[in-house]
């Protein structure tokens, strides 16, 4: 099965109207960071804007890895995205949380944190945890860390920050991936953190400076833009998708100009306004193709990319897709969405399957004996083969059987414990709030 979103020729002209875009508007940026980066030749800065040289943007795009490797505690849940396959993560960064048995939201906690992750830990179809919500009872300068702690205790998958803010917070989430790397309890790369351009255009100067202190670590950045058509970008698909490529590139260059061969993973998340009032649309039905689009630019350019799923993102074949958990705009943790999204991600991965079509698949001479006018109830064809129909087990609005199973999950799963010494030692770095609050 394949789906085109996009012809060679449209990508082709996006990519160049990109670049046209980065060359004569720019993007603004902090004043240091556009120096250093006019420097070394990736552009020029007037003012607060940072020209991009579509040259520069080319020796970054070169720099950049062709695979990243995200790694786990559990060495069988290491992910590597090299274009081979499209791996699911859960949905974040919400603040608030809906339990199984209630009806209105609450601000998330910390043990939030931790049921998400176990939860994630025990649906197969997620590969990598992304963290789902904050810590809202967690005092701000420790949050990120006792998430990070966290999400590490209760999920032997990769973990996946997005809320890592400033240099500082930064700073301290690589120190404690070099204690489990340093220990050997992860082999690779054991955290990566999802950066986000400030739409329109416009680089978040904490944000990018956290972006540069992990890929000087040697952690894997998501470079992402998160454009909102008709509010932050154009109000046409194609303007959306021009001006979320721009941006992706726009931060990848900076860190590959900074730190040439850090991991990188080029990511868009454009949806669209509402236009009645404004807020974020995830429903809009041009949502699909937008995902699609935006994975076949970022395979186009030969880094790993990240999209939005969904069947048609799936066909397109990003190296990782975002897989659920999220409700009303993705501002709610539900526990019982997460089962009801990993059994739709089970659904389009099986429905963007190419079925096999071998002699044995055809079927012809089941066929001839059977028809015509029989049946293939008794065929032993039909006995080997039934068990790999599948079977749904839980529908879309079946929200009793999703919030069962999410009990029976979270009542039951168990997660290796990290090894003591190595558990002290994070906890310790994760209870000293960064120097910048100390002082």
Not at 230 to 241: D, F, I, K, S
Not at 303 to 324: K, T
Request: hydrophobic share 45%.
């Amino acid at each position: 099965m394949s789906f085109e979103a996009l012809s060679a020729e449209e990508r082709a002209r996006i990519h160049a109207a990109a670049l046209a875009l980065l060359e004569e508007t720019g993007v603004k940026a902090p004043p240091a960071l556009g120096r250093r980066l006019a420097e070394a030749g990736a552009g020029e800065m007037a003012g607060d804007r940072l020209r991009l040289a579509p040259a520069g943007v080319a020796r970054a795009l070169q720099a950049a890895p062709r695979s990243v490797r995200l790694g786990a505690r559990d060495a069988a849940r290491e992910v590597l995205l090299d274009g081979r396959r499209t791996w699911a993560a859960t949905d974040g960064c919400a603040a608030k949380v809906r339990d199984l048995d209630a009806e209105s939201p609450r601000p998330s906690t910390l043990a939030d944190v931790a049921r998400s992750a176990r939860l994630a830990d025990a649906l197969p179809e997620f590969d990598v945890y992304w963290s789902m919500v904050s810590a809202q009872d967690v005092p701000r300068e420790r949050r990120v860390a006792a998430g990070y702690l966290t999400a590490l205790r209760n999920t032997a998958k990769h973990v996946q920050m997005i809320d890592v803010a400033r240099s500082l917070e930064a700073e301290q989430v690589a120190s404690m991936a070099r204690v489990l790397t340093d220990a050997g309890v992860v082999e690779g790369p054991a955290v990566s953190a999802l950066v986000s351009v400030v739409s329109p255009l416009r680089l978040d100067p904490d944000g990018t400076e956290a972006a540069l202190v992990l890929a000087g670590a040697g952690l894997p950045v998501v470079c992402c833009s998160m454009t909102i058509a008709g509010v932050t970008a154009p109000a046409t698909p194609a303007g959306n998708v021009l001006q979320a490529h721009a941006e992706s590139l726009a931060l990848i260059t900076v860190l590959q100009t900074v730190h040439p061969g850090a991991p990188v993973i080029y990511c868009s998340f454009a949806s669209y306004a509402d236009p009645r009032t404004g807020a974020t649309n995830y429903d809009d039905p041009r949502a699909p193709w937008t995902a699609a689009a935006v994975a076949e630019l970022g395979r186009g350019l030969g880094v790993p990319c990240f999209s939005s799923g969904g069947l048609l993102s799936l066909l397109a074949g990003p190296d990782l897709v975002s897989g659920g958990g999220l409700v009303e705009t993705s501002t709610v943790l539900a526990y019982e969405q997460m089962v009801l999204d990993a059994a739709s991600l089970r659904e389009c991965r099986q429905a963007a399957l190419r079925p096999a079509l071998d002699d044995d698949a055809l079927a012809v001479d089941v066929i001839r004996d059977a028809a015509p006018g029989g049946h293939f109830l008794t065929r032993p064809h039909t006995l080997k083969h039934m068990k790999s129909l599948g079977l749904r087990r839980i529908g879309a609005d079946d929200r009793g059987r999703a919030a069962q199973e999410a009990r029976r999950l979270l009542a039951s799963h168990e997660v290796p414990p990290l090894p003591a010494r190595v558990d002290a030692a994070l906890a310790e770095l994760a209870e000293q709030p960064p120097r910048e609050a100390q002082a």
